[in-house]
T-cell receptor
Framework: AQSVAQPEDQVNVAEGNPLTVKCTYS??????LFWYVQYPNRGLQFLLK??????LVKGSYGFEAEFNKSQTSFHLKKPSALVSDSALYFC???????????FGKGTMLLVSP | DVKVTQSSRYLVKRTGEKVFLECVQD?????MFWYRQDPGLGLRLIYF???????EKGDIPEGYSVSREKKERFSLILESASTNQTSMYLC??????????????FGPGTRLLVL
């Protein structure tokens, strides 16, 4: 069975500082990994995904994520946080082969001015 | 741009009522999904559909049913609403890709309150 863990319910960071939102996964085959962001009272917006190839994936709004197979992690990063990045972030995983996405419980990112 | 729309943003219903949540996508996607989102639980899959008239149970199908009569439309039905079905409901759609790399695109959500 596939699963994903987001160990932090909330991450606080000051504007201009780098941010990291953590995600670890468990699958029996090759993972397909996704990050989504949710702004208040909105649906989820796709940020980026890892399918294969380069371990560093770049996505929307300056975000990037690093796939680490040995640590089964896919942490979301941004070099310089903005107040407007404050939102709820979800990591999701799917095993290679046709199957559904499993989402983490979400991490609230709060960027202070 | 992919557009997924949901019929209502907010809905208030009484216990025992039959509730219909509608979702429409305009990108000819084969796959459609219904999730519910609850604080501390993340997103949980209720039902999904790979094609017209096809449906598959997700992780929490109890108390729900679905209908997909047209490719662009996927309906979630609460046969007899209960207070524990108060939640945010999210619809999503995706292509069926041979690379199985489909990205799911989400609607804005329907916040349902059952009294």
């Amino acid at each position: 069975a596939q699963s994903v863990a987001q160990p932090e319910d909330q991450v606080n960071v000051a504007e201009g500082n780098p941010l990291t939102v953590k995600c670890t996964y468990s699958v029996s085959g090759n993972p397909y990994l996704f990050w989504y962001v949710q702004y208040p009272n909105r649906g989820l917006q796709f940020l980026l995904k890892y399918i294969t190839g380069d371990n560093l994936v770049k996505g929307s709004y300056g975000f990037e994520a690093e796939f680490n197979k040995s640590q089964t992690s896919f942490h979301l990063k941004k070099p310089s946080a903005l107040v407007s990045d404050s939102a709820l972030y979800f990591c999701a995983v799917r095993e290679g082969g046709y199957s559904t996405l499993t989402f983490g419980k979400g991490t609230m990112l709060l960027v202070s001015p | 741009d992919v557009k997924v729309t949901q019929s209502s943003r907010y809905l208030v219903k009484r216990t025992g009522e039959k509730v219909f949540l509608e979702c429409v996508q305009d990108m000819d996607h084969e796959n459609m999904f219904w999730y519910r989102q609850d604080p501390g639980l993340g997103l949980r899959l209720i039902y999904f559909s790979y094609d017209v008239k096809m449906k598959e149970k997700g992780d929490i199908p109890e108390g729900y049913s679905v209908s997909r009569e047209k490719k662009e439309r996927f309906s979630l039905i609460l046969e007899s609403a209960s207070t524990n079905q108060t939640s945010m409901y999210l619809c999503a759609s995706s292509l069926y890709g041979t690379g199985r790399q489909e990205t799911q695109y989400f609607g804005p959500g329907t916040r349902l309150l059952v009294l």
